[in-house]
């Protein structure tokens, strides 16, 4: 290694060190490209995708309907057994029986989000909800009944 | 080979010969994820390195075969979580090749479009830990400033940020969001601005290119023989990149290059990655403005009942060849499934690499390999 | 115009005044044990919690922010959890001398705190070879390592002290070489003469290059000496877990990491002094107002302001590079640092003796 080799390897050297330095330097002294969400705090303005996956929801309108047949596709499409649907049958005004959902049992301990069931539902009565906040202290309290108490079938949904 | 009884015995300070036997992982800084590495050390020279694997065998094959078609593909996005599109993509076509499933347009090119961001988003935390192994600790965090706006425009379309099972047999699951071609092409362009620092920061560091260059030599021959693929065989100079060589969805249409580098050592294996990370940016701007309008995903039945048969799909995630062997005996389940982890084979590959070299050049050759470890493991 | 000078001066009549000579003796050691321990517990937490709103905001984060107004009391709350934490002894270690190490590591740091002078006139011990003492004792922090090292029973211990060692030894070399230079510049061992000889100007400054050089040098060397990023072989958690202090936790811990900020404040303290004139004020040649501006501030602040400005340099190094390996740490030392520093030495000699210095 000549000496003309030697400096030029400490020159290039340094030259490279500062240049990195100059660009944690620059962030050092603009605060402004932090990125950090303070995210307990920020609650009230988080923004959640629309599509997020938090967990499966079922939506009841004003007169608390819902849209499900309890035909069981979810249960069947989910992976995992998340979805436990109970129907019972009903007795219709012209005195037919029709089977009808009774509970909808959903256990969000074991749900992955992977979104099949509401892919599976051809009434689109369960849907995808943007709640992520499922922490509780007792498991049992993950194990969620979706159909309101005294809800019913929409009308005309077959 | 190392025995139990090994692990038990030794608080003695020294082996045999002098030689110092010491465990890094599970629990340890450096592995990423729960590998074990049982390292036989002579001073600080490596002599012997074995993987000790196991530590999250989920059985995913053995599972897959009581799951249906549909089902499950969103398991193959915990193997590597960290190219779960791509996976999911494998998986997608696979089934499709068996139904003879004819995919939209749209949706290849909304595939392709999301596994070049994984792929971006992959290689983004590969530089952050890659640098965090050397003890560079702020890279990591402007890396994962871009890969967070990855996160988002995957949260928009697919409703997820790491395990997105978007891709479903017939096309994707929903159709793009309609920001999606904005915030794409947000990124790139942030993308393109912010590379510069890890090259200021990084890749022309002269104490980062010591520490890389001329460590954990893999010959084209060894390359071979040890079954590695994607960016680890391409830095020995080894053409595999399975989106050249068979390509799938729309890759035969797009204008990129095979990224190869021939040095063999850590250094080729990085200058890989960050080169690949153009590449897809390359792709992504060619396909952004061209998503052909249509359907985003084909009618399929409700329940999918491949032919009796025997099915294979390889697709290139960001660590290599990922292969879905599905045998099919005409049920709503599949009989077998054997997924072909790239992670894997190229784990294989760091004892060859690392022996004779410093601790400190085997965390620096580990890191180079990009391994998931639930992708080893399965 | 505040001075500390002022302050002690008091004290020592007050008490000369009221006490017979052994008596001061004993009043002020007590007087030094407590502001010591004061200092040094002071440091420690201020130190961290710098290291840690550096590090945040080089790495776009917001750093602690939780406990107490912007995050002022973390460290005060870590301490609290350290002391309350049980200090384990492993079952092989050696335990006289695992206990016994990180005190060892933390004597060593308070006895470098003797000759440093912090403000015009406040210093502990005067000593006429200042320099000598320095170079002399910041070497027996090896000693604290190595033994913590051996006495963990623990291969990644052992491993960690062995690099610091090899690291010490080597990179105390360059760094007495830098003081070295000053020393021939001021022609005094002693703090005092030293801050003094630049009264009229910076040695970094009045030195012309060899002096930057010598900066330069001394501020790698003590980044090596002090076991920080990029040198911190000796604990390098991506491959020794935690090298030399992998088995220490609570307070025993505490005390290692406390004397890792104390020995930065030391070495930087000392940079300081030689090269940036301790607590002397910036004074530019015949500018007589903007000089006599500058003696406005007080000498303590001076002090503290260049320290921690070097603190700065120090913690903005470890933030941004990568680890070096262990063979390429000796090759920094004995391929460039020492031959440049050597070179370098017989240039300050040369500028020395001509006169050339300002």
């Given at each position: ?95 037919k ?62 | ?14 082996g ?28 600080e ?7 000790h ?15 249906s ?58 530089l ?76 022309n ?29 391409r830095g ?25 580098e ?33 359907d ?14 025997e ?35 190229n ?32 | ?18 006490f017979s ?5 004993v ?41 107490g ?28 001398l ?7 590591v ?149 005390l ?60 903005w ?21 020492l ?20």
């Amino acid at each position: 290694m000549s000496v003309k080799e030697y400096i030029q390897n400490v020159y290039n050297g340094v030259t490279s060190l500062l240049k990195g330095m100059r660009k944690t330097g620059y962030y050092f002294f603009h605060p402004k490209e932090i990125i950090t969400q303070q995210y307990p705090d920020n609650r009230s303005t988080l923004q959640l995708a629309e599509r997020f996956r938090g967990e499966v929801v079922m939506p009841h309108d004003a007169s608390n309907e819902h849209a499900c047949t309890g035909c069981t596709a979810c249960e069947l499409a989910c992976p995992n057994g998340t979805i436990k649907i109970i129907t019972r049958f009903d007795t219709t005004p012209e005195g037919k029986k029709k089977k009808a959902l009774d509970t909808f049992i959903y256990h969000l301990e074991l749900c992955t989000m992977c979104n099949l069931c509401v892919e599976a539902c051809p009434t689109d009565a369960i849907k995808m909800a943007q709640n992520f906040e499922h922490s509780v202290f007792d498991r049992s309290k993950l194990t969620k009944k979706l159909n309101q108490p005294g809800s019913k079938i929409r009308e005309g949904v077959e | 080979m190392y025995t139990e009884t090994a692990i038990i015995s030794d608080n003695t300070l020294a082996g045999p010969e002098g030689e110092l036997v010491i465990n890094v992982g599970p629990q340890h800084p450096a592995t990423h994820g729960v590998l074990h590495l049982v390292i036989t050390l002579q001073g600080e020279t490596v002599k012997k390195i074995e993987p000790h694997l196991g530590y999250i065998h989920r059985s995913i094959e053995k599972m897959c075969e009581s799951l249906s078609y549909r089902q499950f593909i969103y398991v193959t996005s915990r193997m590597d979580y960290l190219s779960s599109h791509i996976n999911n993509l494998g998986c997608a076509i696979c089934v499709e090749k068996s139904m003879q499933i004819e995919v939209p347009q749209r949706a290849k090119v909304i595939r392709v479009l999301m596994s070049e961001l994984t792929r971006i988003a992959s290689h983004e935390l590969w530089l952050g830990a890659m640098a965090m192994d050397l003890g560079a600790f702020t890279p990591f965090f402007y890396a994962f400033r871009e890969r967070e706006m990855i996160n988002e425009i995957m949260e928009d379309s697919c409703g997820a940020r790491l395990t997105m099972n978007y891709m479903v047999p017939g096309g994707v699951m929903y159709d793009i969001h309609p920001q999606f071609r904005e915030k794409t092409k947000a990124f790139v362009k942030q993308f393109k601005q912010k590379v510069v620092e890890y090259d200021d920061l990084v890749t022309n560091n002269i104490i980062f290119q010591n520490r890389m260059k001329g460590v954990g030599i893999l010959s084209k021959e060894d390359a071979i023989s040890f079954g590695c693929t994607g960016p680890v065989a391409r830095g020995s100079g080894l053409s595999c990149d399975t989106r050249k060589i068979f390509p799938y969805e729309v890759y035969a249409d797009v204008d990129f290059d095979e990224v190869l580098e021939t040095g063999c050592d850590s250094f080729a294996r990085y200058m890989v990655r960050v080169r690949e990370m153009h590449q897809s940016i390359r792709i992504i701007e060619q396909l952004i403005d061209n998503i052909p309008e249509g359907d985003f995903q084909a009618k399929t039945k409700a329940v999918l009942k491949p032919p009796k048969g025997e099915f294979y799909q390889r697709v290139e995630t960001a660590r290599g060849e990922f292969g879905v062997y599905i045998v099919s005996e005409g049920g709503t389940t599949p009989y077998r499934i054997k997924f072909r982890s790239p992670g894997f084979s190229n784990l294989s590959a760091l004892d060859h690499m690392a022996r004779g070299s410093k601790i400190g050049d085997l965390m620096a050759t580990m890191g180079t390999l990009d391994l998931v470890i639930p992708d080893i493991d399965r | 115009m505040f001075s500390l000078e002022h302050i002690t001066n008091e004290v020592q009549n007050w008490l000369s005044s009221n006490f017979s000579s052994g008596w001061v003796l004993v009043w002020e050691c007590l007087i030094v044990i407590v502001l010591t321990t004061g200092l040094f517990a002071v440091l420690g937490l201020v130190l961290v919690l710098m290291e840690r709103k550096v590090a945040a905001q080089i790495q776009i984060r917001l750093g602690p922010n939780r406990v107490g107004p912007r995050g002022m009391l973390q460290t005060v709350a870590d301490t609290l959890k350290l002391v309350m934490k049980e200090g384990l002894t492993p079952d092989l270690a050696d335990k006289f001398l695992f206990n016994l190490a990180p005190f060892l590591v933390m004597m060593v740091a308070m006895l470098l705190l003797a000759p440093i002078a912090f403000a015009r006139g406040f210093q502990l011990w005067d000593i006429n070879i200042g320099v000598l003492y320095i170079s002399a004792v910041s070497s027996l922090s090896v000693i604290g390592i190595l033994m913590a090292g051996w006495a963990s029973n623990n291969k990644y211990s052992l491993l960690g002290a062995m690099r610091s060692g090899a690291q010490i030894v080597s990179y105390e070399l360059s760094a007495g070489m830098a003081v070295l230079s000053i020393v021939v510049l001021s022609g005094s061992l002693q703090i005092t003469e030293i801050i003094q000889s630049q009264q009229n100007g910076w040695w970094l400054f009045k030195g012309h290059i060899p002096a930057v050089i010598a900066f330069v040098v001394f501020i790698i060397a003590v980044t090596a000496e002090t076991n920080r990023a990029p040198f911190d072989l000796a604990e390098a958690e991506s491959e020794l877990t935690a090298g030399f202090h992998t088995e220490y936790s609570g307070m025993k811990f505490a005390l290692f990491f406390l004397a890792e900020y104390i020995n930065i404040f030391i070495v930087c303290a000392i940079g300081a002094t030689l090269f940036l004139g301790g607590w002397m004020p910036l004074h530019i040649g015949s500018w007589g107002g903007f000089n006599h501006l500058m003696d406005y501030i007080p000498s303590s602040i001076w002090f503290l302001g260049k320290t921690f400005l070097l603190i700065f340099l120090i913690m903005w190094f470890r933030w941004t590079f990568p680890r070096l390996r262990v063979d390429q740490l000796l090759a920094l030392e004995w391929k460039y640092l020492l031959p440049i520093s050597m070179l370098n030495l017989l240039l300050v000699t040369l500028i020395a003796i001509l006169g050339w210095h300002f």
